[in-house]
């Protein structure tokens, strides 16, 4: 008589942590994008801080993988939200092809290796087949 699993192939482990993830994201994602016009554009900016730090605690604590979208958009000094006016993203291409992004908040520079893709050889035959006049 041993332990039943419960669930099967389909299931997920930590659900309830994934979702609470997952909203955090969103509300971070959320507070960044708002615009107040008075004092409390600095609050909603901590506040998004303080969630994106609390979604890497939750992630920690359980060794649970942040998708590398979500953790590339978060700054890893003070964890604001990198969006386009939080930060400044610039293609390089001196040692291969990178993207260098560089926080708005405390200036740290982050470099991001970018694929790329070579097409199959049979993609380039088919290529060349139809380009040739029949």
Partial sequence: MGKSKKGG????RHREAFQRMN???Q???YLMRIKD??????????LSRYYNVTMKTV???LVLRIDRSIKR???KCCHSSLSG???RVRIRGNRGKHAVVTCGKCGSVSRYYARVE???DADEAQKTDETKPT
Avoid at 9 to 12: N, R
């Fill in 9 to 12: 192939k389909g299931t997920l």
């Fill in 23 to 25: 909203y955090l994201h």
């Fill in 27 to 29: 509300a971070s994602q």
């Fill in 37 to 46: 016009d008075g004092n409390d554009q600095r609050s909603t900016q901590e």
């Fill in 59 to 61: 992630a920690r604590r």
């Fill in 73 to 75: 958009g978060i700054c």
């Fill in 85 to 87: 006016d939080t930060s």
């Fill in 118 to 120: 070579k097409p199959d």
